[in-house]
């Protein structure tokens, strides 16, 4: 990936990881992440880079003027510069490389502490490509309880309504993808490693199903369709490893 996809990446990966919110794009150049009519932040898109807009109120503000000396002189331009209205500070942060958006990541979190709680790791189940098992429709081990929520926001996510096969996992003898191996069964071996979790690169595009929708968009995705569409099947989302 170049700086640019990296960034699209990364940002969802945090905020996905990190939050529970429902993301709401025009359909051409705009995302928002809300949680019901307030907006935790905006992104922009464009060829050459990415638009972030926070807008801090004066508690937020507050918290940011303690904190200034944590922040690089660029992040501290935008904020100087940024135009205050009736409803707070509307920070513009254009975002073209990881390290920028590292800062970015930490006035989100002034703007609204992470409200995403992960799942229990007790009886985790994980693949050789790192995606929790236990957490997917397809599982032997899921109930059909837990299906019942689950498929109408994957019927939503994926435009599909068949989720009829039934897998054991990787290391079981009637795996779905034994006889056709998965891109992670496949490259694993290539690397003289046993699966990807043991990989220095670890996680890529090539580890998950699910990572090419971990991308900024600009369609409309709730919460809960996020959290059974998507999380499960792109690694440590559930595990508060990332950023």
Request: charged share 30%; hydrophobic share 30%; proline share 4%.
């Given at each position: 990936?170049?700086?640019?996809?990296?960034?699209?990446?990364e940002?969802?990966?945090?905020?996905?990881?990190k939050?529970?919110?429902?993301?709401?794009?025009?359909?051409?150049?705009?995302?928002?992440?809300?949680?019901?009519?307030?907006?935790?932040?905006?992104?922009?898109?464009?060829?050459?880079k990415?638009?972030?807009?926070?807008?801090?109120?004066?508690?937020?503000?507050?918290?940011?003027?303690?904190r200034?000396?944590?922040?690089?002189?660029?992040?501290l331009?935008?904020?100087?510069?940024a135009?205050t209205?009736?409803?707070?500070?509307?920070?513009?942060?254009?975002?073209?490389?990881?390290?920028?958006?590292?800062?970015?990541?930490?006035?989100?979190?002034?703007?609204?502490?992470?409200?995403?709680?992960?799942?229990?790791?007790?009886?985790?189940?994980?693949?050789?490509?790192?995606?929790?098992c236990?957490?997917?429709?397809?599982?032997t081990?899921?109930?059909?309880?837990?299906?019942?929520?689950?498929?109408?926001?994957?019927?939503?996510?994926?435009?599909?309504?068949?989720?009829?096969?039934?897998?054991?996992?990787?290391?079981?003898?009637?795996?779905?993808?034994?006889?056709?191996?998965?891109?992670?069964?496949?490259?694993?071996?290539?690397?003289g490693?046993?699966?990807?979790?043991?990989?220095?690169?670890?996680?890529?595009?090539?580890?998950?199903?699910?990572?090419?929708?971990?991308?900024?968009?600009?369609?409309?995705?709730?919460?809960d369709?996020?959290?059974?569409?998507?999380?499960?099947?792109?690694?440590?989302?559930?595990?508060?490893q990332?950023?």
């Open positions: 990936m170049n700086n640019l996809e990296k960034v699209s990446h940002t969802m990966v945090f905020m996905r990881g939050y529970r919110l429902d993301e709401i794009g025009d359909g051409r150049d705009e995302l928002k992440f809300k949680q019901g009519q307030k907006t935790v932040l905006t992104v922009y898109t464009h060829e050459d990415f638009t972030f807009l926070i807008i801090f109120g004066i508690k937020e503000r507050e918290i940011f003027e303690a200034r000396d944590e922040f690089s002189k660029d992040i331009n935008y904020y100087d510069d135009k209205y009736h409803d707070g500070k509307w920070i513009f942060i254009d975002v073209t490389e990881p390290a920028q958006l590292e800062e970015v990541k930490r006035l989100i979190q002034i703007k609204k502490k992470p409200n995403r709680k992960p799942f229990p790791k007790e009886t985790a189940v994980y693949s050789k490509c790192g995606q929790r236990d957490l997917c429709v397809h599982y081990g899921t109930t059909e309880e837990q299906r019942a929520v689950m498929e109408p926001l994957l019927n939503k996510m994926w435009e599909n309504n068949d989720w009829s096969m039934r897998c054991n996992g990787c290391y079981s003898d009637d795996c779905y993808c034994k006889d056709d191996p998965c891109n992670a069964k496949g490259c694993a071996p290539e690397k490693i046993a699966e990807c979790r043991e990989c220095s690169e670890f996680p890529c595009i090539r580890a998950t199903s699910a990572d090419y929708r971990s991308m900024i968009h600009t369609q409309v995705h709730y919460a369709e996020i959290t059974w569409g998507i999380l499960p099947y792109v690694p440590w989302q559930y595990e508060g990332q950023g």
